[in-house]
Structure formats: C-alpha cells, structure tokens
C-alpha cells in the first residue's frame, strides 16, 4: 500500500521560510516521479514543483528562485524547501507521485498559512 506523508506546513510571516517533507512508503521515490502541488480557497490545484526520476527539476514561475525541491532516496522523502514567502502563497500543498506504470498517488495535504 503506497502512502504519503506529508509535514512542516505552518503558519510564517511573509519573507519567512518552511520546509515541507513527503515520507512516502510502498514505493521507491528514486525511480517515481515526485512533486509538489497546491490549491488555495476557490482556486484549482496547481503544480509547484517537480523532480523527475530520470529529469531535471522544474518550477512555476510564481515559485521559481524561491522554492526547492529535493530528495534523499535512503531515507525515501522529497522535500520542498520554501524562501521569501508571499501571502499569495497560501494554501494546502500536496505531495504527488507517479509511478513508472503511471499509477499517481496523493498526500493528505499540508497547510501552509503566509501572513503579511
């Protein structure tokens, strides 16, 4: 049974910082597909980031400079290291992974509350 985790979610004045984990069990992130997406109130959910198995990371431009994602394939979670938080940054943010056989799986949600 594959399962997410997700931690560090808060609430951080703007310009702070956060640091968000997926633990994840059931499957192997160094040969999965991992990302970071988020949806705020009203909005539809959105990509952040994504780390490819084989492939360079990528980023939306809103996040792009600020945001990081990394792994560590032994202890099998992804990270998403977050810089000069904008209130605009507010909102539930997910973990993401989709495997080789194109199975996706989804976290619980982590919330992460900017305030200005």
């Known amino acids: 049974q594959v399962q997410l985790v997700e931690s560090g979610g808060g609430l951080v004045q703007a310009g702070g910082s956060l640091r968000l984990s997926c633990a994840a069990s059931g499957i192997a992130i160094s040969i999965t597909t991992m990302g970071w997406y988020r949806q705020a109130p009203g909005k539809q959910r959105e990509l952040v980031a994504v780390f490819p198995s084989g492939g360079s990371t990528r980023y939306s431009d809103s996040v792009k400079g600020r945001f990081t994602i990394s792994r560590d394939n032994a202890k099998n979670t992804v990270y998403l290291q977050m810089n000069s938080l904008k209130p605009e940054d507010t909102a539930v943010y997910y973990c993401?992974?989709?495997?080789?056989?194109?199975?996706?799986?989804w976290g619980q949600g982590t919330q992460v509350t900017v305030s200005s």
């Open positions: 993401h992974a989709e495997t080789a056989w194109a199975k996706n799986y």
